[in-house]
């Protein structure tokens, strides 16, 4: 099954690749003929390859004129993309959602891997040892979490 996951998702980034566009769109029944699967499998690939996280939306209608509408997004300048990057991150964040975050980053190449690191390890819970870093109720943490990350982005975004 992953390989058909990965097998959709590279071939609706090469749709964007091929000419440039900030937008794609296409009937799940159409796709899901062409790669010999059920229209839920486009569902799972879309929203596990094409989140606003990875920097696109998808706007979908269902029916028999349905379509999908696969938006990149582009941001004009330095304070979009800060303004977006504090909506992915909202007002609490947890450690997995944080690391799945930055990985999205880094493979969209928006951070290096050692920006990714540094943040990565800023945020965590634990040390090394498994000793907990901060004493607090686990939603406390998260609202932190999500203060600093967002702090850290925007400056990153900013430089």
């Known amino acids: 099954m992953s390989s058909l996951t990965k097998a959709i998702g ?3 980034v090469t749709l964007f690749g091929d000419s440039d566009k900030s937008e794609i769109v296409l009937r799940r029944k159409d796709l899901a003929e062409k790669f010999g699967c059920v229209p839920s499998q ?4 879309l ?8 920097g696109f ?6 029916g028999g004129h349905g379509f999908i509408r696969i938006m990149q997004l582009r941001f004009g300048d330095c304070d979009e993309y800060a303004e977006h990057l504090e909506e992915l991150v909202g007002s609490a964040i947890s450690e997995q959602d944080a690391r799945r975050l930055m990985a999205s980053l880094q493979e969209r190449e928006a951070i290096t ?3 990714r690191l540094l943040v990565e390890v800023s ?3 634990q040390d090394e040892q498994g000793r907990v870093l901060f004493d607090l109720p686990p939603y406390k943490r998260d609202t932190m979490r999500a203060v600093l990350l967002k702090k850290i982005l925007v400056s990153l975004a900013m430089s």
């Open 42 to 45: 486009i569902n799972y690939v």
């Open 123 to 125: 945020l965590r819970n």
């Open 10 to 12: 590279d071939y609706l």
């Open 113 to 115: 891997a050692r920006e």
């Open 47 to 54: 929203r596990s390859r094409f989140s606003p996280e990875q």
């Open 57 to 62: 939306l998808i706007q979908s209608q269902r």
